[in-house]
Every structure is written in C-alpha cells, then in structure tokens.
C-alpha cells in the first residue's frame, strides 16, 4: 500500500525566516506534486517534480526531489503572511492508474 | 483561466435526497477524471476513477450504489449522492489529468461544499 507522509503537520513561522516541508512516500513514484489549499477553497498547483534531482522554484518557494530516497522537500525562504496556508504533496504512480495519493498535509501560519 | 469546472460550489440538500455535482474539462478532452473527498482539517481522499464511456472504478470502502458516477462525454463527469445524509456533508473536488504539452500536471475543480441537513 502506497503511503505519503508529511511533516510537520503544522507550522507556526515569524516572517522572514526559513524553513522546510518534508515528504515521505513508501514506493517508487511517477510524480510528484505539490498543492497549496487556502481555507475553504481547491487546490492550487504549485510544483510538479518528474525526475531524481529535479528541483524547481517559483518565488519564495522551491520543491526539490530525490527518488532514491522517496523524499520531496517543500523550502520556504523569508517567509511572508501572504504565503499562510495548507500544502500537500501527492504522489502519482502509474501502476495505480495515475491516481494521486494525498500527504495529510502541513498547515502553514506565518506570524507578521 | 480555469481548466476544471465544477458545479454547483455549494449546495444544501435535505437528508434523504439526491443531489448532482458536475466536473467539466474545459481545455483539453478527459478520459478519466477524477472525484476525491475532503472532510473538514483532513486531506483529501480519493473516491472513484470515472472513465469515459465505461463504469467508474471505486476505491475501497467508497458505497458504488451512494456516489453514482456518469462520465458520459469527453468532458463532463457527474457525480450524483444519492439519499444523502448529514455525514455525506463534505467537500467533494474532481481533478483531471493534463497532457504531456501542459507539463504533466493534474488540474482540480473549484470543489463543491454540500451541506446535507
């Protein structure tokens, strides 16, 4: 059974400082992704990451991957209110008929 | 602008009553959507796989005779709660699956809040 876990669960940050999401997942994957949800709405795709070392960034943000080691990273530099919210990562396998598996998700508050 | 389009974003129905949400692909044909759940302060789980043109495929544990899934058309995928009840209460989100051209990515609907009362 396929298994993504995430931590924390729950980060409390001051802005301007960094910090950085983890993603485990327990098989071989496909893809990776990246989501952020703001309260009460869907999810907004912010990273998808193909291959071993891929590494990509948009703004205060980077996701880098490592298959060997199942794990994604989620880096947020200086941090700003703006960027409070919750952020999932999935994985995709295609053995599953490409359905995304759902890490539980790390409930972002950046303190002004 | 949007790829998946849902519909309705919220909607109240009586305990015991049907109620239809639809999933639309506006950008690209989709053969397979997809239809996840979300309960309040937890991830998202997925529900079904619906296919075009043949039975939608559930995942376990999810009632196949409560959530009727129809995926009649390249772009449109319904998903009907039938005798809802309050614990049905969630929100429900389709996603649907990019091309290569668009970078791989699976894009989702605005979601739909139902609220069985």
Redesign the interface.
């Given at each position: 059974e396929l298994k993504v876990e995430q931590n924390p669960l729950f980060l409390s940050m001051q802005e301007g400082k960094n910090y950085t999401i983890y993603c485990n997942y327990s098989t071989t994957s496909d893809?990776l992704?990246w989501?952020r949800q703001d309260p009460?709405?869907?999810?907004e795709?912010l990273f998808?990451l193909?291959s071993n070392g891929a590494v990509k960034q948009e703004g205060r943000l980077m996701a880098s991957l490592d298959t060997k080691a199942r794990l994604s990273t989620l880096h947020i530099t200086a941090a700003v209110h703006d960027l409070s919210a919750t952020y999932?990562c999935?994985v995709?396998i295609m053995e599953y008929?490409?359905?995304?598996?759902?890490?539980?998700?790390t409930i972002l508050r950046v303190k002004s | 602008g949007a790829v998946v389009s849902?519909h309705p974003s919220r909607v109240i129905c009586k305990s015991g009553t049907s109620v239809k949400i639809e999933c639309r692909s506006l950008d690209f044909q989709a053969t397979?959507m997809?239809w996840y759940r979300q309960f309040p302060k937890?991830?998202?789980?997925?529900m079904a796989?619906s296919n075009e043109g043949s039975k939608a495929?559930y995942e376990q544990g999810v009632e196949k005779d409560k959530f009727l899934i129809n995926h009649a058309s390249l772009t449109l995928s319904t998903l009907t709660v039938t005798s809802a009840h309050p614990e049905d209460s969630s929100f429900y989100?389709c996603?649907v699956?990019g091309l290569k051209s668009v970078?791989?990515?699976?894009?989702?609907?605005?979601?739909s809040?139902l609220t069985v009362v």
């Open positions: 893809r992704y989501y009460g709405k869907s999810l795709s998808v193909l999932f999935a995709d008929g490409n359905k995304l598996v759902f890490g539980a998700g | 849902q397979t997809f937890q991830s998202l789980m997925l796989t495929t989100i996603s699956a970078g791989n990515t699976i894009y989702f609907g605005e979601g809040w």
